[in-house]
């Protein structure tokens, strides 16, 4: 049975499930044989901004070595470079995800500014058009790796 947070607090548990966040203070408390399912600093690798921007600044510092990811915008923050991407000739698709959407949800696939709330958080990237595939179907791979020492 799933721990409840006040139950947590106790010393009496091996494992601790949550959907939450978690705090340093947290972890540092834990005991020798106690696990939990997340650590701090989670979410700058789960969350799309966070990875949009952590994959950014290694393009930017290992320009050659981080070409592995589509160009990725965060808006509106990044807003005028990603506008500048519609005034060329060629039609490029972008897809638009929102920042801390989840399951496919509100994502559109657009060739020009139409539809994007400009008030709204959201990653864009360019679409790739002939992705790998498995049994037909896109997927994404997410590997985390925590390094203790």
């Known amino acids: 049975t799933p721990l409840e947070a006040d139950e947590a607090e106790s010393d009496d548990w091996h494992i601790f499930w949550t959907d939450n966040s978690v705090s340093q203070e947290r972890v540092m408390r ?3 044989m106690q696990r939990i399912n ?3 600093g989670m979410l700058e690798l ?9 994959l950014n600044r290694m393009l930017k510092a290992f320009p050659h070595e981080y070409k592995i990811f589509p160009a990725t915008w965060m808006l509106p923050a ?8 519609f005034t060329g000739r060629k039609n490029k698709t972008f897809i638009v995800k929102p920042s801390r959407g989840c399951q496919g ?19 864009a990237q360019r679409y790739l ?12 791979l997410r590997l985390y790796v925590l390094v203790t020492s």
């Open 46 to 54: 789960a969350r799309k901004a966070g990875t949009a921007r952590n």
């Open 105 to 123: 949800k509100d994502i559109l696939l657009t060739r020009s500014m139409e539809g994007i709330n400009l008030h709204e958080n959201y990653i």
């Open 30 to 32: 834990l005991r020798p």
């Open 78 to 85: 990044d807003l005028v470079d990603f506008k500048a991407q």
């Open 38 to 40: 997340h650590f701090p």
């Open 129 to 140: 058009h002939r992705p790998y595939l498995l049994d037909g179907y896109k997927f994404d």
